[in-house]
């Protein structure tokens, strides 16, 4: 509680550079409403999934989400900016690709997709092109992480923005979360409030909806975080947290929900938490395993989220050996809005013109 208040404190000093980082990100967002700066649009639908804040608001599982509902039905592709990979340019997963030369989630939905087109570029107006002549039957292009990218104009805007921290009641960086403008919103057609509680009813709905106040376009869905089975890294075989102690591995940019859902459904568990995107290393690989066997229980395992796992996934012999579980996260649509979500994501690429 202390150390929450002393950063808090802390972030409010930094007030004045908050409004320094508002100013440049109002000229930037001017200039491209003006024209100054050109967008560029492409012949075919591209689907743009983002926010307003740093952090986590489910951008992953969202991408993940999209891929599995359109893999059947459409050429599909996605381009991330492959953040905190060791490479730069644009690069097309392969089968000897790594988390390292593509990054975390990019190499997550390669391994989860291997048929889809996965790719990376930091200048997607240039790696758009570069992916249609590598995979020119692509009929989707799905960009992770884009909504900043103006240089872009994408035929479907999808802003996430999180129940717990809504960009309406966010501040600018560094003494909020916020890094573009709050208006940035009315870029959206689809904004979805996600991680709520399951039982969101329908008065704290309208509630949100009437705070966002979305335009007579947008649409406004709601979503909770749901957690699968988990499995093992290395053979896949599946596993049940009831009646075990966890060690919890975690390296994503919020495990609230995470930690919540593991501590009610196991016997005990606690965590290990390690930055966002965070390159494990032997050391590390080295300190959990310690940690791990002070932990004298006998039904035990170590737990950590698919994310997660591509960077952990080269000390896979090590691996084999351990009952280390992978958990997947994904996306439950609130008050049976699912299938309107998804009638309307289709309905785009096919009236695509």
């Not at 997963?93 to 988390?99: E, K, L, Q, V």
Request: aromatic share 12%; glycine share 6%.
């Amino acid at each position: 509680m202390l150390s929450g208040f002393f950063l808090r404190s802390f972030r409010i000093l930094l007030l004045p550079f908050a409004l320094i980082y508002w100013l440049v990100v109002f000229i930037r967002n001017w200039m491209y409403d003006k024209k100054i700066f050109n967008s560029v649009s492409f012949a075919l639908p591209v689907i743009c999934i983002g926010n307003l804040s740093t952090g986590g608001t489910g951008k992953s599982p969202m991408t993940e989400y999209l891929l599995t509902l359109l893999k059947d039905h459409f050429k599909v592709a996605s381009l991330s900016r492959g953040y905190k990979r060791r490479t730069t340019g644009y690069a097309l997963a392969n089968g000897d690709s790594t988390a390292l030369e593509i990054g975390d989630e990019p190499m997550q939905f390669h391994l989860k997709f291997p048929r889809i087109s996965i790719a990376v570029g930091e200048r997607r107006v240039e790696a758009i092109p570069q992916l249609l002549h590598d995979k020119p039957d692509t009929q989707v292009i799905i960009l992770d992480d884009a909504f900043q990218h103006r240089a872009i104009k994408a035929g479907l805007n999808i802003l996430l923005t999180d129940h717990n921290n809504l960009f309406t009641r966010d501040f600018y960086l560094p003494t909020g979360d916020l890094r573009d403008l709050r208006s940035g919103y009315k870029r959206a057609d689809i904004i979805v409030v996600t991680k709520c509680k399951p039982d969101l009813t329908m008065e704290e709905k309208e509630r949100i909806s009437g705070e966002i106040k979305p335009l007579q376009h947008q649409q406004v869905f709601f979503t909770a975080i749901e957690y699968g089975t988990p499995y093992h890294i290395i053979t896949k075989e599946n596993t049940e947290l009831t009646g075990k102690d966890i060690l919890l591995i975690s390296g994503i940019a919020n495990p609230a929900s995470l930690k919540k859902f593991v501590e009610s459904n196991s016997a005990y568990y606690e965590a290990m938490l390690f930055p966002d995107h965070h390159i494990f290393t032997i050391d590390d690989w080295h300190d959990i395993k310690r940690r791990f066997e002070k932990n004298t229980a006998k039904n035990k395992i170590m737990l950590s989220t698919e994310k997660d796992a591509v960077r952990l996934i080269k000390f896979k012999n090590e691996l084999r050996e351990n009952p280390f579980y992978v958990i997947p996260v994904r996306h439950r649509f609130l008050f049976n809005e699912g299938d309107h979500f998804n009638s309307t994501i289709i309905n785009f690429i096919r009236d695509f013109k």
